[in-house]
């Protein structure tokens, strides 16, 4: 929801989340459990989640009734699949190495649905160029803020806070 609300901005994305809310949601957790109740009937859709679940679920069991769908307008994206060596790492060059590596030809074989939308040799990347859509990127002052605007959506949709 935060990948989305920066995407499309803060109005936009308050009412997005009380219209899903106006929607009487199931309240799901995990997307692996949501797309197995939803290829079982037991729901109608996911909304929303991320293309890697969705991927995954479909390619570990072909002919499963589910389909990814990108609604209208820029395909949002986070930064979720970050590569960086961690400060202090004992082998950091192997890490560049490997960052290298995915960014260059191992997201070709890596094949998890969530390698880069900007990758034109990942599935992914070649399903979004094919579409030819705009792709906004989640801007890092968001991620840094990202509990505070979890909170707002949570907030919204009724759940509790935590105690501790």
Not at 7 to 15: I, N, S, T, V, Y
Not at 27 to 35: D, E, I, L, P
Not at 94 to 105: N, Q, S, V
């Amino acid at each position: 929801m935060v990948t989305l609300w920066s995407a499309f901005g803060e109005k936009w994305g308050l009412d997005f989340t009380k219209k899903l809310l106006n929607n009487n949601p199931r309240w799901v957790s995990g997307n692996t459990n949501a797309q197995n109740l939803v290829a079982t009937g037991e729901m109608l859709m996911v909304c929303p989640t991320g293309h890697g679940t969705w991927y995954r679920y479909v390619k570990d069991q072909p002919g499963a009734p589910l389909a990814a769908v990108f609604p209208e307008g820029p395909i949002a994206t986070d930064r979720d699949m970050l590569l960086t060596p961690i400060k202090g790492a004992a082998h950091p060059n192997a890490a560049l190495l490997l960052t290298g590596w995915i960014g260059g030809k191992g997201v070709t074989y890596m094949r998890t649905g969530r390698e880069s939308i900007f990758h034109p040799n990942s599935e992914l990347g070649a399903q979004v160029k094919r579409m030819g859509r705009e792709i906004k990127v989640q801007p890092w002052e968001i991620l840094l803020e990202e509990e505070k605007y979890e909170r707002r959506i949570l907030e919204i949709w009724g759940f509790p806070k935590a105690k501790n």
